[in-house]
């Protein structure tokens, strides 16, 4: 009793105060005239040390105790946003130490002569945190702290393998206000190579900005660019480090043709050599007095992409944009978009736009075929059709069928052929499973493929359809039952433990829209119907190998094909357009 009695009142039994730390302002003016309202304090139940983002910004302590102990700012440079960053010495719980931000500003001259001044304004900042993350998923990394006046609507969108870092390679003394802690890494392999920074709000009133951020890569490694919706990317000109593996602090002035309520950052390994990953760090956007590379969106928020389809709300659908580059004139483009059905475990549609720039690899496949998961899905919403491990045994395929007695081929939506470029993004992002769908061999086989020579040659039976204006490409597979299905994560007809059934579809569709000249120069939502042309064509999932129609004898209006899916295909083109369809006009 006496042994018990004494355990419970040890002091180190006794439950502690959850782990805190505050600031107050989290955000304030440097005022060189009055000192007292540079002060900033810190609350806490723990001791605590402080950093700063730049050693110009100076303070009159580096560190305190538990309570509420004031820091004062005694110097900074004018003109200049500056971070102090508090951390505990103490765990939590679970081990981590917690961190707490203020930024300070100094006004400067504006320059005209009045007499008044210009208050920079911290938009947007992340340092990415200081917490020990190795080699953790970007895309599944919590530890985000964006400030700022518009980082409230901030979210984040990364590329496969992007991943949070913190280690030796990092960004710590290399150079002046580098954070340290945690980086970003992300690769150029198997299409992987974005870091977007999504809805940064900004203030209606304003066009001069500068960005900064600490980078390790060169400018032929990494394009950063800028968006107002997510969508179309207008590429920054930027210097950054000479070559690969040197840290430095690159800084952005630009100015916006138009003010915009909101703004996206996509960073972009763009060349081969950055395979070992390009990294970024302290990512700050600032309002600026002064004028800089222009940035003009009005064309970008005009007009919808014209061969996306109107969305359908459905659970089940998952849709997504995957970005690529060009692979010689380095053009940062929409490479395909997705509408996926997680429970079918297959495509709903794919929709892609096919120009001359998309074709400057040749028609180059990537060797070996390089099969990889969606990233942005989880592995239970996908088909299983690329490689994976199980007892040294690879299963990547979907298994024989029971009910048509056949195998289902990995057939391409948006073709290989048509984003051609061996080991290179633009290629290598087709080999996914949300642009895959189960095709049979034989006749429906010959069919597809003389689709494929309509749209892109290859055949001297068709005429190529690809033209100066773009043609727009829809590709998709319809569900009129779920009476027929598949195991994926498969080899022949042995499962995985990974293996689910796969809904296979009971027919699938191409459908095309083009400007009748090929050469207009105008978008789509400009032109009358007189200008456009568009077909449809619908194929039964399996069609017999005795049957001898032709092309043209499956196809069909636009009308008809969105009366047998429920989807509305190519929503800015006008009624005409849709309703019909001549056979003269595609050389069928």
């Known amino acids: 009793m006496s042994i018990l009695g004494l355990a419970a009142c040890n002091p180190s039994s006794e ?17 060189a005239a009055n000192p007292s309202a540079n002060v900033v304090t810190v609350s806490s139940n723990s001791g605590w040390s402080l950093t700063v983002s730049d050693s110009a910004l100076r303070v009159d302590r580096l560190s305190g105790n538990a309570g509420d102990t004031p820091v004062t700012v005694t110097d900074m440079p ?25 930024t ?56 496969t393998n992007s991943q949070m870092k913190n280690d030796t390679y990092g960004s710590s003394g290399r150079y002046t206000g580098a954070s340290g802690g945690n980086y970003v890494r992300t690769y150029y392999d198997k299409g992987i190579g974005r870091i977007v920074i999504r809805n940064i709000t900004l203030p209606n009133d304003v066009l001069n900005y500068t960005l900064s951020l600490g980078t390790e890569f060169t400018s032929t490694e990494g394009t950063i660019a800028l968006s107002s919706d997510g969508i179309t990317l207008v ?5 950054t480090s000479a070559a690969y593996g040197r840290w430095v602090a690159v800084t952005i002035d630009f100015s916006l043709a138009k003010a915009v309520d909101r703004l996206f950052i ?21 309002t600026s007095n002064k004028s800089g590379q222009r940035v003009d969106f009005v064309d970008a928020v005009n007009y919808r992409w014209a061969e996306l389809p109107a969305a359908v709300e459905n659970s089940d659908y998952a849709y997504n944009t995957y970005w690529t580059t060009t692979v010689k004139s380095r053009q940062v483009v929409r490479n395909y978009s997705y509408c996926y059905d997680k429970r079918c475990h297959n495509p709903i549609w794919v929709a892609y736009p096919l120009h001359e720039c998309y074709r400057e690899g040749g028609y180059g496949r990537t060797n070996p075929d390089p099969w990889h998961k969606a990233e942005e899905l989880a592995q239970s919403e996908q088909s299983i059709i690329y490689p994976i491990e199980e007892n040294g045994t690879t299963y990547q395929y979907w298994t024989y069928d029971i009910l048509y007695q056949r195998s289902w081929t990995r057939g391409h939506l948006c073709r290989s052929a048509d984003r051609g470029g061996a080991n290179t993004e633009i290629n290598i992002q087709t080999f996914v499973p949300t642009n895959i769908a189960p095709q ?94 568009a077909i449809g064509f619908w194929f039964d999932a399996v069609i017999d190998d005795s049957d001898t129609r032709t092309l043209k004898d499956f196809a069909k209006s636009i009308d008809q094909i969105e009366a047998l899916t429920g989807v509305d295909f190519f929503p800015d083109a006008p009624a005409e357009v849709e309703s019909s369809f001549a056979l003269s006009d595609w050389g069928l």
């Not at 004018?78 to 203020?102: C, H, P, S, W, Y």
């Not at 007499?115 to 990394?141: L, R, W």
């Not at 055949?459 to 204006?469: L, N, P, R």
């Open 78 to 102: 004018e003109g200049q946003a500056m971070t102090i960053t508090f951390t505990t010495d103490d765990t939590d719980a679970v081990g981590n130490k917690l961190t707490a931000r203020t």
């Open 440 to 533: 049979a061999k034989g006749r429906f086989s010959e069919l597809w493929a003389d689709t494929e020579a309509l749209v892109s040659g290859g055949d001297d039976a068709f005429t190529e359809q690809i033209c100066s204006d773009t043609l727009y490409v829809v590709v998709g597979c319809h569900y009129q039952n779920d009476n027929n299905y598949v195991y994926d994560a498969c080899v022949g007809s042995t499962t995985s433990t990974q293996s689910k059934q796969c809904i296979v579809p009971t027919h699938q569709y191409k459908l095309l829209l083009r400007t009748r000249s090929g050469s207009l120069g105008k978008p789509v939502q400009e032109c009358s119907a007189s200008e456009l042309r």
């Open 266 to 286: 996509h960073i972009v390994a763009n060349n081969a050599t950055a395979a070992y990953g390009i990294n970024i760090d302290d990512v700050k956007l600032i």
């Open 235 to 239: 590429p920054l000109t930027f210097t």
């Open 104 to 159: 300070i500003t100094r006004m400067v001259s504006d320059g005209d002569g009045d007499g008044e001044t210009f208050t920079p304004e911290v938009i947007y900042y992340d340092d990415f945190g200081t917490g020990a993350t190795t080699n953790t998923n970007a895309s599944n990394y919590t530890g985000w702290n964006p400030t700022g006046a518009g980082a409230s609507t901030v979210d984040y969108l990364f590329s």
């Open 15 to 31: 439950p502690k105060d959850p782990l805190f730390i505050t600031v107050s302002p989290k955000a304030m003016t440097f005022d």
